[in-house]
């Protein structure tokens, strides 16, 4: 159910019309991808658990559930920083929601650079979330693809089922896409070389493989 809800929200997990991606798209090994300058955060071994929100959490979600998503960004904001006195858990999950709000409320370079902090950490508790928006989001902002570099093949491994098929289209392309970036030449070529005939993102990685001489 969760995963089906999450779906809905991002229209991200059942097919659309299958529209190559053009071979001008920023995505294209042509061209470089945008630098992003990831923040330095302590490695945590284990995903915090969230306890019991405080009146102010709850209130920012309820804002967010009525996708109230200004007023929203102000409360959740003050949570994910700790000005309401909730547990490290329940500070992931306000930044999570804000990263969404965010963008929502039309704050899309604020709205980036939230999911990117979250895909650098990935014991972060929306860290497997995160990677469905960064699919969503990387035609139109190609600097998300750098946040796959905290992403691996467990993650397309989690999203190869029917209904999540697209998405799993996707995110094999931009890991192949981050590691081309890298210069991880054998990683790129596993996962371009694992994008399906009948997937849009196909040309796009058959030209990449050509580019790494795999053709």
């Not at 497997?128 to 397309?156: F, H, I, N, Q």
Request: one cysteine or more.
């Amino acid at each position: 159910m969760k995963r089906a809800l999450l779906c809905v929200a991002l229209a991200a997990c059942t097919p659309a019309a299958r529209i190559p991606v053009p071979a001008s798209s920023p995505l294209s090994c042509t061209r470089a991808l945008p630098s992003f300058d990831f923040a330095q955060v302590s490695a945590r071994d284990r995903t915090p658990s969230a306890g019991q929100r405080t009146e102010e959490a709850a209130q920012a979600k309820r804002l967010f559930d009525a996708e109230r998503w200004n007023e929203a960004v102000v409360q959740l904001d003050r949570v994910a920083r700790g000005d309401a006195g909730d547990d490290e858990g329940n500070q992931q999950l306000a930044a999570y929601h804000l990263a969404v709000a965010l963008y929502h409320a039309g704050r899309v370079g604020d709205s980036l650079a939230g999911f990117l902090a979250i895909a650098a950490r990935p014991a972060h508790l929306k860290h497997p979330e995160t990677v469905l928006w960064l699919a969503k989001l990387a035609e139109t902002a190609p600097v998300v693809v750098r946040g796959l570099a905290y992403y691996d093949a467990s993650t397309a491994a989690r999203l190869d089922n029917a209904p999540q098929h697209e998405v799993h289209e996707s995110v094999l392309f931009l890991l192949g896409r981050e590691r081309f970036e890298r210069g991880e030449r054998s990683e790129a070529r596993d996962f371009f070389a694992r994008v399906e005939p009948a997937s849009r993102w196909y040309p796009l990685a058959r030209d990449c493989l050509d580019r790494l001489g795999a053709r």
